[in-house]
């Protein structure tokens, strides 16, 4: 059965012309909080740090900070994405149109994919006008771009289908991924961790994704990238599971 392509692409331009007209909120808002951490914690206070693992301050926090946004604006960009026509109630229209559910969750997560990797992007470049640093490992760093933000635009969206009010699409990502993302080494070595503190920060997965990017940027990493890998891979694996599940069921899409 072949793909209804122009389904696609309508939802997927409606999202991103969405983006494009409040594009100060979209793209500007994330990248200039982001860029302040730079600026404060890279330049300002870095210069006045010890290097970690060899490697300046400013520069070592880079990556962490960039993933902390691909990961936000994912699961903001998916959750919002399928819970708005939920809430004015035109997703029946979108139900009742020759549109598959799955053809749908290729243009909204689609959508959210390319927006989360524009802010990224962006980002990046900031970054690297206040802080000087390298990416020794170009390609890793961006499939792991892009696999962190698939993975999340997918967990946005199932976010975004379970939630019943705006007040709890943020309560995932303000209660539990900002805590986890802050922990999970983006600011500090877990080599720098007395113990118990360095072991019980393992049992962040946060910690896996943080390190694994930090790894194509600097070559090095509290844990090893091919566990990394393994773990995006596994969270991207059960988010398919279950956005497959509700593809096929129909659950807080019909009915």
């Excluded at 980002?123 to 993975?151: E, N």
Aim: some cysteine; overall charge positive.
């Amino acid at each position: 059965m072949s793909l209804n392509l122009a389904g696609i692409a309508a939802i997927y331009r409606f999202e991103m012309e969405r983006t494009f007209r409040t594009i100060a909120q979209s793209i500007a808002t994330p990248v200039i909080s982001t860029a302040l951490y730079f600026v404060v914690f890279g330049a300002a206070i870095g210069s006045r740090m010890a290097p970690v693992d060899g490697i300046p301050y400013g520069a070592y926090i880079v990556p962490g900070l960039i993933l902390l946004s691909i990961m936000t604006e994912s699961v903001a960009n998916a959750s919002f994405g399928i819970y708005l026509p939920k809430f004015t109630g035109t997703i029946g229209e979108i139900l009742s149109a020759p549109l598959s559910p799955s053809e749908m969750v290729l243009g909204y997560v689609g959508a959210a994919v390319t927006k989360s990797l524009m802010v990224g992007a962006v980002t990046l470049c900031v970054a690297r006008l206040c802080v000087p640093f390298t990416i020794l490992h170009p390609f890793a760093m961006i499939g792991l771009f892009v696999l962190i933000a698939l993975a999340f635009s997918l967990f946005g969206f199932i976010l975004g289908l379970l939630a019943n009010s705006f007040e709890q699409l943020q309560i995932v990502p303000l209660l539990i991924l900002n805590p986890l993302g802050f922990l999970a080494g983006t600011f500090y070595s877990l080599k720098m961790l007395p113990e118990p503190w360095g072991t019980i920060a393992l049992f962040n997965p946060l910690v896996y994704l943080v390190s694994g990017f930090r790894w194509t940027f600097h070559g090095v990493a509290d844990v090893g990238i091919g566990t990394s890998i393994g773990l995006i891979l596994a969270f991207l694996a059960v988010c398919s599971l279950i956005v497959g599940w509700i593809v096929r069921t129909g659950y807080r899409l019909k009915g």
